[in-house]
């Protein structure tokens, strides 16, 4: 997943103390909701159909084979997809795409409504998990938990808030938080993790050709762990939370550059490789002999959709590949 990518491109991008361009940051930032919400439709829609629910999984799916077009459209891949690298991000937005993000962003808190109106009330689904896999905050404090894991708990802790990365500072969003620390609480995050998400993509306000104008509203409702016959009112917006809507669509990432400007690190336009003996030397360089990172060490760490995702990477003058120890 493209977060996945992001958090070893920030790794080398600290040690080559390189700045990316604001709108490869907020193409970032976009792909990065667009995998969370991939992310948590998985967790949620796959839960309910080992507890029982076949309906919204393939609901959920429908949306979720949406978002994956989106990946193959801006990568050529729906999985492992190298879009983004070291000081940017691979190709540009193709375009029409931001248009049907748009499109898909009207209709995605609709159809997340419908699946809570099959799963958050139904009897059955409450049985199988209200009070199920308790984790006090203690215990999740204890054991390191991160992401909806320390959520659910009761604990706001969320690297896009603490830590702000990309273009997350300048975006409004809420960090939903469990009471119970239970298997429902941790249902209810993430589908209002969604949410948020859906709220961050409408703050963009991108600034680019063939975007769209104008998003309308679109109410963001209200969290809350609410056990019984209130499910109806904690879906209704409450008067704190009558401007966190859907703002003016898709239309605040910047016209640029999409890569550092040093042809030293990335590889330079195909066009300038026509015209320029110097590009062409450069694209040789980088394609036989990549580029060398000043030895240094350096941890890097993200908010990914299933927790905080870190990378400790350090370089040496040896040529050494890169080695990953991955914790199961």
């Known amino acids: 997943m493209m977060t996945n990518e992001l958090c070893y491109s920030r790794a080398v991008e600290k040690l080559l103390n390189i700045e990316v361009p604001d709108r490869a940051k907020w193409i970032r930032t976009l792909f990065g909701e667009i995998t969370r919400i991939l992310n948590h439709l998985m967790a949620v829609l796959t839960h309910a159909m080992d507890v029982g629910a076949l309906t919204p999984f393939l609901w959920g799916f429908e949306e979720r084979e949406k978002l994956m077009e989106f990946y193959e459209r ?3 891949a729906r999985l492992h997809s190298a879009y983004v690298r070291p000081g940017g991000v691979a190709f540009d937005l ?3 795409l931001l248009e049907d ?3 898909w962003s009207t209709q ?5 409504d419908e699946i809570e109106e099959v799963v958050s009330g139904n009897r059955i689904w409450k049985e199988r998990t209200v009070g199920v896999g308790v984790v006090s905050m203690e215990e999740a404090l204890n054991y390191s938990f991160s992401g909806v894991m320390l959520r659910g708990s009761g604990v706001a802790w969320d690297l896009r808030k603490v830590q702000p990365y990309d273009m997350y500072d300048k975006v409004e969003f809420d960090i939903p938080v469990g009471t119970h620390g239970d298997c ?3 249902y209810l995050c993430r589908v209002q993790e969604m949410r948020e998400s859906l709220r961050i993509i409408g703050q963009f306000e991108l600034r680019v050709p063939f975007a769209v104008p104008f998003l309308p509203p ?8 609410r ?3 209130e499910l109806t009112d904690w879906r209704s917006p409450s008067p704190s939370h ?5 703002k003016q669509c898709l239309n605040q990432i910047t016209p640029g550059a999409i890569k550092v400007d040093d042809h030293k690190l990335v590889p330079p336009p195909r066009a300038s490789m026509k015209e320029s003996m110097e590009s062409l030397i450069h694209h040789f360089k980088i394609f036989s002999e990549g580029y060398s990172v000043p030895p240094g060490e350096t941890y890097s760490a993200i908010e990914a959709p299933k927790g905080e995702m870190g990378v400790y990477l350090v370089s040496t003058d040896l040529e050494w590949t890169v080695c990953l120890w991955i914790v199961d």
């Not at 995605?108 to 997340?112: P, Q």
């Open 74 to 76: 801006v990568s050529g």
């Open 94 to 96: 193709p375009h029409g």
């Open 101 to 103: 993000i748009f499109k």
């Open 108 to 112: 995605f808190a609709s159809r997340v």
């Open 184 to 186: 429902y609480d941790r």
């Open 218 to 225: 679109i109410p963001i409702p209200v969290f809350d762990s």
């Open 227 to 229: 056990r019984e016959d």
């Open 242 to 246: 009558k401007n966190s809507t859907q």
